[in-house]
Nanobody, 114 residues
């Protein structure tokens, strides 16, 4: 069974870079069918799709976040990562990783605060 686990700091200061990693177990992201996605949910709001890295390494980002977002993968570690630059308090959210549009991590709370 595929399982995902997010990791990273829970507190980030404004203007800094938010970095999260998602570790995938129970399946290899090197297989062709894997799409790896980051999604977030700000407090009191719905889910927001942030971006995806596809099996061939192509990346696609939400237009509203594209200038600040980078998604990458480390196939040797079966991990993929999110970087969000120049964060503001509006980036406070629970961040989720997703694989194959089917498997979700439990989510990790990130708070942007001085």
């Amino acid at each position: 069974q595929v399982q995902l686990q997010e990791s990273g700091p829970g507190l980030v200061k404004p203007s800094q870079t938010l970095s999260l990693t998602c570790t995938v177990s129970g399946g290899s992201i090197t297989t062709k069918r894997y799409t790896l996605t980051w999604i977030r949910q700000p407090p009191g709001k719905g889910l927001e799709w942030m971006g995806v890295i596809t099996y061939d390494g192509s990346t696609y980002y939400s237009p509203s976040l594209k200038s600040r977002t980078s998604i990458s993968r480390d196939m040797s570690k079966n991990q993929f990562s999110l970087q969000l630059n120049s964060v503001t308090p509006e980036d406070t959210a629970v961040y989720y990783c997703n694989a194959l549009n089917a498997y979700w991590g439990q989510g990790t709370q990130v708070t942007v605060l001085l």
